[in-house]
């Protein structure tokens, strides 16, 4: 299926100007843009598109509305079935999931369903109209831990039930990764963020921050002092993984977790803080997913020379195909299949190099993707002052440790069926402190379905 009307380009910041500033670099369709973008669609009667989507938005329904101008109707459609389409519109991997089913896509370029969704989400943030009213209140209570994506989405559709629910929050700003680990650079944070959060606000969800449950509350102490009749569980993956290579205790070896929460959340990028932080002159950052692209690229911003070190190919790189190009037009230096062996100090235990070792990919392994193997003898060395591991995270033991009845699997992952059921009666968990660090969308989707069967729950009991 072809289109004649081409795919209508998005106006970005130029690369050399963005990679020394933390402005977002993609600038959004105008309602022009976004009318004619919208008219390529062609409202397929099975739409493949909504299929992919992990909350099933009514896509073409959304789109027809942009198409006819009627802007605030398409941000009705799209908040039935999501709370955070202009954060969505932004960091979804759209080619893996609507874009890469639309019907479009087979012969030319797929419908641009990101960037109109932003554009909904942001005309919605802009104009306001007031999209979903708050259903009067059942008398029941419901406690969310955590302010993530999987919180927000399970909360927003508790309170549209009419469930009080409140959401405990461990750090001082709301929003999970959205606000600590996701660069201003592509998700502004007061202008966006902030703002979906205050619409989530509006359906009655009431928020508390700097309170770690499993240390200032208990989830025993929710459900039995505190008189909450179900607890929804959206703790995320925030504990770091290291390689275990010699030299990762050196000076200027960080976590992109670390790196990018002193970044974002205590603004190190802004030189009116007192919070910076030493990135140096050459900063190699190790990993290939969406985590390691937002470290490499701040690491640009904030002055050093920047290298990505990933030991599979460019095929195989998780991170989002918009990331790794917009990072490419930046300058930042990819070293592909390369894997680090030991990270090297000077005499006063600061990092001076990293001595990597050259990669072929053999058999797929079970994550489909080509094994990469040593080649032996094939040692080089990076020089650089910081070396910053991405190398994925895993969920924060705490909840787990001071929750009777609370399983894990292996790899510290709270167990929770497909409806977010825990091991724990009145307990429920969804996003990545059930799957492991994936997506903003799975969170969002994990956090609905939890929702519903939470309401099942206390319908029941
Ligand atoms: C740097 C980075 C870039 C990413 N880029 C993308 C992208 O482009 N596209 C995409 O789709 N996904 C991306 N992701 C992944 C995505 O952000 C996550 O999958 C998603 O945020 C998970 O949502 P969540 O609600 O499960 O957890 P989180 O967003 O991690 O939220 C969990 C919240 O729970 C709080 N919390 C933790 N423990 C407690 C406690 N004991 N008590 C109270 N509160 C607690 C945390 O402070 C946090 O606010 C990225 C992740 C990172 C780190
Ligand atoms: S598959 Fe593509 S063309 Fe069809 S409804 Fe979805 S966005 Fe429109």
Redesign the pocket.
Known sequence: MANKIPRVAVREQDPKVRAANFEEVCYGYNAEEAQTEASRCLNCPKPRCVTQCPVHIDIPAFIKEVTEGNFAGAAEVIHRDSSLPSVCGR???QENQCEGACVLGIKGEPVAIGKLERFVGDYAIEHNPETVTPAPRNGKRVAV???????LACASDLAKLGYEVKI????HKV????V???PEF?LPKDKIVAKEVEAVRRLGVEIETD?????TLRVDELLDREGYDAVFI?????LPRFMGIEGENLNGVFS??EM?TRTNLMHAYDDTYDTPIRIGKRCVVVGGG??AM??VRTAKRLGAEAFIVYRRGEEELPA?RE?VHHAKQEGIEFRMLSNPVRINGDEKGDVKSITCIRMELGEPDASGRRRPQEIPGSEFDIECDTVIMALG?SP?P??KSTTEGLETNKRGCLTADEEGRTTREGVFA????VTG???????MGA?RKAAKAIDEYLTKK
């Open positions: 960091v979804c991997p831990v955590g302010s993530g994506p999987a919180g405990f929050e461990a750090l929003g999970g990764v959205l600590y680990g996701i592509r309170v770690i449950v499993g240390r959206g703790t995320g993956a925030g992109a977790n990018l969406n985590v937002d470290a989002r990331e995270t924060n705490l909840i969804g996003g990545d402190a660090a994936a997506t903003v969308i799975l969170a956090g």
